[in-house]
């Protein structure tokens, strides 16, 4: 029984230490041709994946997989949220407010409609695909923009859309998933209830630990952890996630506050010194730059061309629909009545362009598939080529797309 676990964990640790080593190119070259490295790690992941050599093969459902999704995507949104400034956000708040309610529920509207011609499934189920991938994927965004310089307004509107809309996104799943099963009752009250529990709890546990990790950390008299920051960012993101989760509220809502809280002092009138912020950056900036190797180049493994050769056509047209045509429409919708922030068509234009899919709608995907679900092969499909196309199109063209239209900043 020993030399069975034994041999579990000896398997684990050759796919982490060869998905780090052979990352390592990808990231050479993804410097060499200046495109975000996310892209090239899914590359590699589905040349080693199953659909490839076959050097690599963690099932979607495993633990492990699913460990290395939820820890990353703990790392990297709490690592976003410490990168808002309060002053930009107070500015944008109407746009993202907009983006990251109805804005959801409009990008789901256009795709479930497309997928229910195209793929002749019942509505629900067109739902239930189209609420999979609605959200902004935070886990993508965020390493995208550390490697493009784009307008701190832009680039914070985006990624504070993807990390609010997390919430909107898995309540509208999970509810059409409890219908299909016949575990939940369509009612717009419990939705609303749901929404308000999900996101409101979440910044709520989320300032609180971010105002506890400001106050251990600062120069103040109860700053008695300030040397222990780095490991203190740590025990906060996922605190908060653990804590929100427990209480049914949405976890990644959670860390993506507490880091906001954390990355923003001043508004707590505390003051954390620049040797230990630098600390604890440059620690954040290695330990996300490790989940996000492991991350995509996981998706990557996972991708099935076999399933794909069934609806890969009608998959590919309801992406299309998805980017070029739900997604301009979400953003117009929302930026347009925002007359505070003063957005430039080349702005809301780029902000056409940003709409990555990625790990989150991957995991729901194979909540999915775990439950039994009817027309769950459709619904794994187009996820996946959502994934393939927007990572691989859009966020390898992101820098191309921001330079073209004049909103790169020098650092």
Known sequence: MESDVMKIVQHELFIITFILGIGLLAMKLAARIKIPDVALFMILGIIVGQSGLKLISVPNESIANQF??????ILILFEGGRAIHFSILKKVWITITLLSIPGVIITAAIV???????LHIPFLYSLLLASVIAST?????????KQVKIRNKVRQTVESESAFNDATGSILAFTILGIILGTTQLSITSSIWSFIREAGGGIIIGAIVGYLGVLFTSEQKLGFLKNYSTIISIVMAISSYLIAVSVE???????FTAGLF??????????????????????SETITLIMRKLIFMLLGTQVN?????????????????????????TVLFCTLPDRKAKWEWKEIIFMFWVRETGV???ALSGMIVAAGVKHADEITTVTFIAILMTI??????TGYVAKKLGITIDV
């Open 68 to 73: 290395i999704i939820v820890l990353g995507s």
């Open 112 to 118: 479930a409609i497309t997928s229910f011609y195209l």
């Open 137 to 145: 994927d935070p886990a993508t965004l965020i390493p995208v923009f």
């Open 249 to 255: 509220s949405s976890g990644f809502m959670a860390t």
């Open 262 to 283: 954390l990355g923003n002092p001043e508004i707590f009138r505390l003051h954390i010194s620049d040797e230990n912020s630098m600390h604890s950056f440059h620690f």
């Open 305 to 329: 061309f076999h399933i794909f050769s069934k609806y890969w056509v009608q998959g590919i047209l309801i992406v299309l629909v998805f980017m070029f045509i739900a997604r301009p429409i």
């Open 360 to 362: 989150i709608p991957a």
């Open 392 to 397: 691989l199109i859009q966020a390898s063209t």
